[in-house]
């Protein structure tokens, strides 16, 4: 997919609920070596779309992208941060992230929080190179796993503040 092609920006509607399940579980077949089954479904997507919102990434052929984000006070939240194989490489994480950090920051968010496995370490460095850092751990409960895992918490301000001052 070339980098040139036009990508624009819209939010989800529950009738996109089907494309975002498969363009996501598509962006997640990396972790089938220690999970089993699908990231998700439709029922799922529309479920989450109550309490945030997905935004997404869209080219002439369909999905090229999409992340969902979700702000309660001053915590925001993104994860299922998800691009299409076939047009990874060329920045749109990046682009979703950012996206998702300037939604948390106008809806009033101090910081914005996420979830990795600690399986995929190269998701570490990535966020760490966004800013992130790790904060915590938590246990791993969303599927059945091929192998021990957990999730690793990770944060960044958004205000120049410490995080002590927003924990």
């Known amino acids: 997919m070339s980098n040139e092609l036009a990508i624009s920006v819209r939010r989800a509607r529950p009738e996109d609920a089907a494309a975002l399940a498969r363009l ?8 089938q070596f220690f999970v089993d089954g ?4 439709a029922d799922e997507i529309v479920r989450m779309m109550g309490s945030g919102e997905f935004v ?3 080219h002439e052929s369909g999905l090229a992208g999409a992340v969902y984000v979700q ?5 925001g939240y993104f994860g299922m941060l998800s691009v299409d194989p076939d047009c990874q490489g060329g920045g749109l994480g990046v682009r979703l ?8 920051e106008a809806m009033g968010a101090a910081y914005v929080d996420l979830k990795i496995i600690n399986l995929r370490e190269e998701l570490s460095r990535w966020y760490k190179s966004l800013g992130y850092r790790e904060v915590g751990i938590a246990p791993y409960s969303h599927r059945s796993v091929k192998q021990p895992c957990h999730f690793v918490e990770m944060r960044k301000s958004l205000r120049g503040l ?3 001052a927003v924990a």
Do not use: F, H, S
Request: glycine share 4%; proline share 0%.
């Open 162 to 164: 410490t995080m002590e």
């Open 71 to 75: 702000v309660t006070g001053q915590r």
């Open 38 to 41: 699908d990231r998700t479904n």
């Open 24 to 31: 996501v579980n598509r962006a997640y077949e990396i972790e």
């Open 56 to 58: 997404t990434l869209e």
């Open 97 to 104: 992230v950012r996206i998702a950090e300037a939604i948390c």
